[in-house]
């Protein structure tokens, strides 16, 4: 019975987000005002009054998540995880929980990591798109042949649940892939909200900014192992932890392949720490017979 902790990603943000426990916990109250000092403006004004256009912002949006699922985490009374994980950003919450990163270091890690996906994002315009009830395999097919034939951008970026996989490019590249994915059998192949191509060759102005920012940063021993996005397995080396968070970038989010890694080193129960419940649904959709609960 090994118990797994979950943190969420980009996405999972909403108006008012924080809030109760900034006016109910002096020590959230605290980590709030921490974070507020580190990043040098007011994250709690914006997460408690911005709307969600304003929460949007990548800038706004990774460091106020990461913000929740910390205080969210430390709110758990004898948190004792046997392994963790985090979806894309998540994945540096995930990293204080087990003692990899101290809180300061992780924030201003998700800082600069947020700022240089935010430039990344104005260099090329390029956008994500959810494709539902197609096999990883066919989603895989459908990129590589739209590339090959356009020279487009375009690759799987998130492998969230068994018929939900999000892919990532250019504007045009997504476009056709759209119409590629849907004429193969996709439900839906349904362009998302976002500002860019995360997880793709795209990120890749952001690649360097973020790689100077972790190597000069402290990473310790982590208490346990943490199962990370781009090798979907337990990873317990410094080192290797710190390319892995490097390469996460430009590189797929294997969430399925990550929770079936957890579950066959022995996890029966996943508590995902932090706002919304995206990670709890999607833990139930690849393996329904988990115990799976939330605290945000």
């Not at 913000?67 to 969210?72: M, V, Y």
């Not at 490019?169 to 860019?196: D, H, Y």
Request: glycine share 8%; hydrophobic share 45%; aromatic share 6%.
């Amino acid at each position: 019975m090994k118990h797994a902790f979950v943190f969420p990603g980009q996405g999972s943000q909403f108006p008012g987000m924080g809030k109760a426990h900034y006016e109910n916990s002096a020590f959230a109250k605290k980590l709030f005002e921490q974070a507020n000092d580190i990043l040098g403006f007011r994250i709690s004004d914006v997460m408690f009054n911005g709307t969600e256009e304003d929460l949007r912002q990548t800038n706004v949006t990774q460091p106020a998540v990461f913000l929740h699922s910390i205080i969210a985490y430390r709110s758990i009374e004898n948190a004792s995880p046997d392994m963790v994980a985090g979806h894309s950003l998540g994945e540096f919450s995930a990293l204080v929980a087990n003692g990899t990163l101290s809180f300061d270091d992780a924030l201003k890690l998700v800082s600069i990591r947020a700022g240089a996906m935010q430039k990344a994002c104005t260099l090329t315009p390029s956008t994500m798109a959810a494709v539902l009830n197609l096999s990883d395999e066919k989603v895989e097919e459908v990129c590589a042949a739209v590339q090959a034939e356009t020279g487009e951008v375009v690759v799987p970026a998130n492998y969230n649940c068994p018929g939900q996989l999000v892919i990532s490019g250019s504007l045009k590249g997504i476009e056709v892939a759209c119409e590629r994915m849907k004429a193969a059998g996709a439900k839906r192949a349904l362009v998302l909200p976002v500002g860019g191509a995360f997880h793709s060759p795209l990120m890749l102005p952001a690649k360097e900014e973020l790689k100077a920012a972790i190597l000069s940063t402290d990473f310790h021993t982590p208490t346990c192992a943490v199962y990370q996005n781009v090798v979907a397995r337990a990873v317990m080396d410094k080192e290797e932890i710190k390319q892995n968070l490097i390469d996460q970038l430009t590189g797929a989010v294997r969430w399925t392949q990550t929770i079936q890694a957890m579950i066959a080193d022995g996890a029966s129960r996943f508590t995902e720490a932090g706002p919304g419940k995206v990670l709890q649904g999607l833990v139930g959709k690849i393996n329904k017979e988990m115990q799976v609960e939330g605290v945000s």
